[in-house]
């Protein structure tokens, strides 16, 4: 398969494309800062492109050179993402609308980027990575779990709209994960005043959250999960890695508001 993966050049996104280029595909690895080409003596590759998921203009020519080299976007993966904290009255419009940019919009752009091909060749399939977040609202991160949340829903009603092309779409919701992307969590400007009246219970909750990312599964389990809805006789809707984390969403799904409220704020504030 040709695959086009955002957020190719580290955590999670690195992962699956090492695994995808092993299982013989090629994939075309889209970040900001590019990356390193790498061939499999089975005819897998990575190939990097610089690109920006916040800019549509630089993701049309992506995708418009990879077109030329291969004929076809058989799958699309929208890896890319970043991570913000800070209470809801410490987060700027402005810090929010950078939380929503990447995660997404930019989810928005890829999509629209390589539909018009995708509806041309008849067939697709389209992976974006949401969260366990999306399910489990995060105090103290509610922008990025409002982010991801979106990404679910949006993925779910695309899926329906492009069904007549055999187009697929679904997610994959991984929970703690050991990655990057941990140290690069930005805080927003207000939380870390002294001023602010939330800034000890977000630094104890933040704190929690990332110890638990720290010692959260490896990325090459999401790649996996990632892998097997692109090689699945049909797309699953969601697909959330680890029993753990399937439990989770289970309960919150069944468990009355009230309480699964009151057990995460325990958790995490």
Wanted: a positive charge.
């Amino acid at each position: 398969m040709n695959i086009l993966l955002t957020g190719g050049n580290s955590g999670i996104g690195l992962a699956t494309a090492e695994l995808l280029m092993q299982r013989g595909n090629i994939v075309y690895a889209l970040s900001r800062r590019g990356g390193e080409d790498k061939c499999a003596a089975n005819g897998g590759a990575i190939i990097n492109i610089q690109a920006d998921v916040t800019k549509p203009e630089t993701l049309q020519e992506a995708v418009k050179s990879i077109i030329n080299n291969s004929k076809t976007i058989d799958a699309l993966v929208c890896n890319a993402g970043n991570g913000i904290a800070g209470s809801v009255e410490d987060t700027s419009p402005e810090e929010a609308k950078y939380q929503f940019e990447t995660n997404f919009f930019g989810v928005v752009n890829t999509v629209n980027a390589v539909l018009p091909y995708m509806r041309k060749q008849n067939y697709g399939r389209i992976i974006a990575v949401s969260s366990v977040a999306a399910i489990v609202p995060i105090p103290f991160q509610a922008f990025y779990s409002a982010s991801k949340s979106a990404i679910l829903l949006f993925m779910q009603a695309l899926g329906m709209e492009v069904k007549p092309w055999n187009i697929e779409c679904g997610c994959v919701l991984p929970g703690d994960t050991k990655t990057g992307f941990t140290d690069s969590r930005k805080y927003t400007k207000a939380s870390q005043s002294e001023t602010s009246g939330y800034r000890e219970t977000m630094k104890r909750s933040v704190s929690k959250m990332e110890a638990d990312e720290r010692g959260g599964m490896s990325p090459e389990i999401i790649a996996s999960a990632i892998a097997s809805q692109l090689n699945r006789r049909h797309v699953k809707p969601t697909l959330v890695p680890g029993f753990q984390y399937k439990l989770i969403c289970f309960l919150m799904q069944v468990v009355p508001a009230k309480l699964r409220l009151k057990i995460v704020g325990n958790l995490y504030s």
